[in-house]
């Protein structure tokens, strides 16, 4: 998922083997605790939590107008920047590189996304929610800990059964079919930080990730 070439290749695979989608749920992240650069040249944290659903969204766009009632889930996260540095999102300066501060970034261009997207496709075509889906633990995010450590995460942390119930909510149930622009902890819509509503911030986003990824 950090390579567009892979992207829409996924995306033409999908067009060609189903007449519709009913639902996207954008879940590909990592968390990088040196600076890497994706194959498009990229800062991967970007590249893979939020280029990635960004192309692949717009690339099932039609697929999922076809359903009639398709819904695009983002898994994003607690953890938000307070601000959005839209010049050094592509690159990031390795000299001050911090993994959870480009995290940060990220994820807060997915929720804008998320709730731009929301204002552009009417909520009978097609919805777009977000979700923080819990501290799960999984043997990746286990790697993240001292080794004595990983036994008490176990136990305190989510399971990947849980993390997935709130993606599932937003996929099937019907209170949530024609509810649009919102994000989830739970079954309970709640607010980001206040710059994810900064509609002109969204719209400079929107039409420079048109632009990153190949779109325009």
Known sequence: MSSFAAIRQLAEQAVERYERL??????????????????????????????????????????????????????????????????????QDAGRYSGMGVYRQAKTALLMMTYHLANRLPEHEVTVNALHPGVIYTPQSAKSAPSFIRPLMKLVMQSPEQGAAT?????????????????????????????????????????????????R
């Open 22 to 91: 009913d639902v996207l749920i954008n879940n590909a992240g990592g968390v990088f605790s040196q600076q890497q650069l994706s194959q498009d040249g990229y800062e991967m944290t970007l590249a893979v939590n939020y280029l990635a659903p960004f192309l692949l969204t717009h690339l099932l766009l039609d697929s999922l107008r076809a359903s009639g009632a398709g819904r695009i889930i983002n898994v994003a996260s607690r953890m938000q920047a307070k601000q959005l540095q839209l010049e050094a999102l592509p690159k």
């Open 167 to 215: 993606s599932l909510y937003l996929a099937t149930s019907p209170e949530v079919s024609q509810v649009t622009g919102n994000y989830y902890v739970g079954q309970r819509p709640v607010r980001t930080v206040p710059v994810s509503y900064d509609a002109a911030l969204q719209q400079q986003l929107y039409e420079q990730s048109l632009v990153w990824t190949g779109l």
